[in-house]
């Protein structure tokens, strides 16, 4: 079994900072990819960013300079960092993660259960 965990999200007004956490934890051998998508109310989820095990990054454009994705591999968590925060990134961020299990199966598409983060004008 593997398990994501997300933790940081709240209550920001626009210009605001926060740190999004996501630490998977379970049967794992290696985490891959990590990233971080997002679903706004009535809209689909999307990509927000991505990092591979190598800490080679991508972002959506709409988030480019104000977000960033890193990664401790020592604890399996991967972190977003949001800046210049503005009420269109009210949404809910899902951690997603690419896993090897100790038993060498690949979970290529790990969920967390989600963080609310709203932002006010």
């Known amino acids: 079994q593997v398990q994501l965990v997300e933790s940081g999200g709240g209550l920001v007004q626009a210009g605001g900072s926060l740190r999004l956490s996501c630490a998977a934890s379970?049967?794992?051998?290696?985490?891959?990819?990590m990233g971080w998508y997002r679903q706004a109310p009535g809209k689909q989820r999307e990509l927000v960013a991505r990092?591979?095990?190598?800490?080679?990054?991508n972002y959506a454009d709409s988030v480019k300079g104000r977000f960033t994705i890193s990664r401790d591999n020592a604890k399996n968590t991967v972190y977003l960092q949001i800046n210049s925060l503005k009420p269109e990134d009210t949404a809910v961020y899902y951690c997603?993660?690419?896993?090897?299990?100790?038993?060498?199966?690949?979970?290529?598409?790990?969920w967390g259960q989600g963080t609310q983060v709203t932002v006010s004008s």
């Open positions: 990092i591979t095990s190598t800490s080679s990054t």
């Open positions: 379970g049967s794992i051998f290696r985490v891959n990819a």
């Open positions: 997603n993660a690419d896993i090897t299990t100790v038993s060498f199966l690949r979970k290529s598409d790990c």
